[in-house]
């Protein structure tokens, strides 16, 4: 058994679900559920994980919280500050778990998203942690942190690598020397290393480009976090896809090292722009699937070249060959040219309103050029339009509503379905990405265009977020790799994804590519070849997610009737 120490000054604030007033801890659930949520990989993701969390598992663990209040709930347990730092509680636990807690604690120290200490990191704002004895440090970098993208200091590097991976930490030992060997070739072969900021694989490549005085770059969300072994932090104040989007457009070469649905679109943001995307054969996730599994359906740029290999200084060398026959590939953007990452709410433009008595419907239909779809697979897509056009999905009755319909600004099938669709009475809105003069939304037979002035490139990735975020229902059929990045920022949503499947392009495979990656999922999928089952099942998806609002709704309201 291992013990770790957790040290605390200051009050407890509310930053995560188990935590509400200073002072005060109250906890949800049973001792094994609570341990097992807060030190769970998923739960440091999905909430905000702070210091005060981190405490609460301590008290828990050390059975230090157990009276139960009135109506079975867990009662608040006071906790006094300590007037200067000082351990409160040691606690033993298994040393599978050490590990674990050691990373969260570092994280909570660098969260300036979850409200548990605010964006300051003063010497009064401190978590020190230690195996058996000893106090932790305070937390400090000498990273410089810019809030512009051509402020990177990349475009002195030819070869820029951004390291694309799990979250986690490696699972094998061979996994783990990959990740050393691209921080200490990048270093020594003079290349800057670009990573998203987060914890797991791409860290441990960073950690080894910066111990061999490599350039390191980070594209966090937000900076103030992970910004340990990087030189520079671009604080790209942005959600996951501006974060890619920024990462993706400053690298040149995606090195792909296991990875979920995140590292699947950090993948695919790399098709917008001439890129080699490095796999690393054998490590499992989205580095294996990509060549057999998901490149072969999503009509592949010419400019972007795919290798893998199972040794990573060969894989690497090889990348670095590969950039030198992509014409433009080293050429770091000129500024003009840099994706707009500030976020735009589509339906509170002043000339187009969203009205709440309509359900948006996003189409993602598109053809592919290498992999088309059949005559069969268009009569299915235009039955399925048919339907989208005359009944909406609203659950009780459809009677005087139609649905609201959004399409990318993408010419071919689906410029011809956005046609069919104002030609019907629907409403439709053309999201694009491009800069126009002005950006102002334009009507024009029918479909209003909203303009987000993002710019080419991953500019056009950065803008599938405005092209789902307010969607009931995505629906899916065909489609390429521009199809597929807007699917995996949807699968985060509330929404439901109806995915036809189809003989050609990316949505036959759809069912596929997300079972084998295994990630849980905001959005719930409906997948069927059959238009009309398609629609049934989507509506009947739409009706189970309403009633279940509903009765969240309702419970939430009594417990608060409970507590006053």
Not at 126 to 151: D, M, R, W
Not at 368 to 373: A, G, T, V
Not at 447 to 463: C, P, S
């Amino acid at each position: 058994m291992s013990c770790a120490r957790i040290y605390w000054e200051a009050d407890i604030r509310g930053g995560a679900r188990t935590l509400q007033d200073p002072g005060r801890i109250y906890v949800s659930g049973p001792i094994e559920w609570l341990a097992r949520r807060v030190l769970s990989e998923s739960a440091m993701r999905k909430s905000s994980v702070g210091i005060a969390t981190c405490l609460a598992v301590a008290l828990v663990a050390s059975g230090n919280v157990a009276a139960k209040g009135k109506k079975g709930r867990e009662a608040p347990s006071e906790v006094k500050t300590p007037p200067s730092l000082r351990p409160i509680h040691s606690i033993d636990i298994s040393s599978s778990r050490v590990e674990d807690l050691t990373r969260m604690l570092e994280k909570a120290k660098k969260d300036d998203e979850g409200k548990t200490f605010g964006r300051e990191y003063s010497s009064s704002y401190y978590l020190g942690h230690s195996y058996s004895s000893g106090y932790g440090s305070s937390y400090s970098s000498s990273a410089k942190v810019v809030t512009e993208p051509h402020e990177t200091g990349l475009e002195k590097y030819d070869v820029r690598i951004a390291v694309c991976g799990s979250s986690m930490e490696p699972s094998r030992d061979a996994i783990a020397e990959d990740l050393r060997n691209i921080g200490r070739l990048a270093a020594r072969k003079g290349f800057a290393l670009l990573t998203g900021g987060g914890d797991g694989h791409p860290r441990v490549a960073a950690k080894y480009a910066s111990l061999n005085s490599g350039m390191t770059v980070a594209f966090p969300q937000h900076a103030g976090r992970s910004q340990d072994y990087q030189k520079v932090v671009y604080d790209t104040q942005s959600t996951t896809i501006g974060r890619e989007s920024a990462l993706t457009q400053q690298g040149n070469i995606l090195a792909i090292v296991n990875g979920s649905t995140g590292t699947l679109g950090e993948l695919l943001g790399g098709m917008y722009s001439p890129h080699v995307i490095a796999l690393d054969k054998h490590s499992g996730g989205v580095a294996d699937l990509a060549m057999k599994g998901i490149i072969p359906y999503i009509d592949l740029p010419d400019y972007v070249h795919v290798i893998e290999h199972e040794n990573m200084e060969t894989l690497l060398t090889a990348a670095v060959v590969e950039l030198d026959k992509i014409p433009g590939a080293k050429k770091f953007p000129e500024r003009h040219e840099l994706a707009r990452l500030e976020h735009h709410d589509v339906f509170r433009s002043s000339a187009y309103k969203m009205r709440e008595e309509h359900s948006v419907v996003t189409l993602l239909v598109n053809d592919n050029k290498k992999n088309p779809l059949s005559k069969m697979d268009r009569k299915k897509v235009d039955r399925f339009a048919e339907l989208i056009n005359h009944f909406a999905f609203v659950g009780d009755s459809t009677a005087g509503i139609r649905n609201t319909v959004v399409v990318p600004d993408r010419d071919g099938l689906t410029a011809e379905l956005a046609k069919k669709a104002a030609a019907s009475g629907a409403y439709v809105v053309r999201v694009s990405h491009k800069k126009v003069a002005g950006q102002g939304p334009v009507k024009e037979d029918g479909i209003t265009t909203v303009y987000l002035g993002k710019g080419e490139a991953q500019g056009e990735f950065a803008a599938q977020r405005e092209l789902v975020e307010n969607a009931r229902v995505v629906f899916v059929a065909g489609g390429d790799f521009k199809t597929l990045s807007a699917v995996v920022h949807a699968l985060s949503e509330d929404t439901t994804i109806a995915v036809l499947e189809t003989e050609g392009g990316v949505s036959g495979h759809l069912k596929n590519i997300l079972t084998t990656l295994d990630k849980g999922t905001r959005a719930r999928l409906v997948y069927d070849d059959d238009p009309d089952r398609l629609f049934l099942e989507t509506r009947r998806s739409i009706e189970e997610r309403q009633k279940e609002a509903r009765r969240r709704a309702e419970e939430a309201a009594r417990r608060e009737r409970e507590r006053d």
